[in-house]
């Protein structure tokens, strides 16, 4: 379990869990998040998933960034019915490999990870350009070896007949050449999409699903609105990215997958149509790109 700071932009943060939503009518999947980064009360995974499904969150995809927790999605997805997992090196985390010079052997691992049973992507794995500036004498280096690691995922997807996850910050071209230089998995998904309508144009003629978390209900996100109310809707998917992203009225409070109702209630009035209908066809989404929660068994006792 790891601990997310109690600080944000050098302020304090409300710590306290927001209260249960109105469970919602049609259930539908959170296709990120990270149960592993114990936030406020320290809720363990297992009461996550009890708040989860007492407001209609039917599971979860739970994804690694490291070796660590890319091992730890596995195992739990092996014992628990209501996660999938997914596994990968982060952007950010790849140029610490490769300083180690272990680089090929935690992406050797990242190939066996993805083989093992309700292991259903490959993620997130992508390129970050955010801190590029802050070390501008080493932004060559990270800028190549990002690239190299994203690619070498995109292999492994496609090797193991999986979807893939992509973190993209501030590198939308970049992401987007990458894909199609190497050739993007049947089922690519730009989690916590942050690009506006031109990019989801973009994802939508190729394919890609678009998946929103909490910031397509901030007040200063209308590009992401707008891109929603473009996107085709069998491309679109939903996620909290918790415990980041919280969904308004709750932003900065730490963010759970039982709040997942919060940004399909507002993607819904967003878009003009009925929050069940958005649910279903949400669900559906998820289900061509992830498989079922219940298609393979869970092969570890709990």
Known sequence: MRTRSAESGGQ???????PLPQALTVPVFDNHTHLEIQDGEGLDYREHLDRASSVGIRGVVQ??????????SAEI????????AAVALHPNEAP??????????????IDELAGRPRVRAVGETGLDWSRLSQHPETADEVRA??????????????????????????AHDDVVATLKRVGAPERTVFHCFSGGPELGAICAENGWYLSFAGTVTFKNAQRLRDALVAAPRHLILVETDAPFL???????????????????RSMAETMGTDPSMLAAQITSNTELVYGTWESEPITVDA
């Open 145 to 170: 070896v990002q690239i190299e690691s994203f690619e070498a995922h995109i292999e492994i997807a496609k090797k193991h007949g999986l979807a893939l996850q992509i973190h993209d910050r501030d």
């Open 246 to 264: 919280t969904p308004t009225p709750f932003r900065g409070r730490p963010n759970a997958p039982y709040l997942i109702p919060h940004t399909l």
């Open 96 to 109: 610490r490999y490769a300083a180690e010079g272990r680089l090929a052997e935690a992406l050797t691992e």
């Open 63 to 72: 994804v690694g960034n490291d070796l660590e927790t890319s091992r730890w």
């Open 12 to 18: 304090k943060r409300d710590l306290s869990y927001p």
């Open 77 to 84: 997805a092996a014992r628990e019915p209501r996660v999938l």
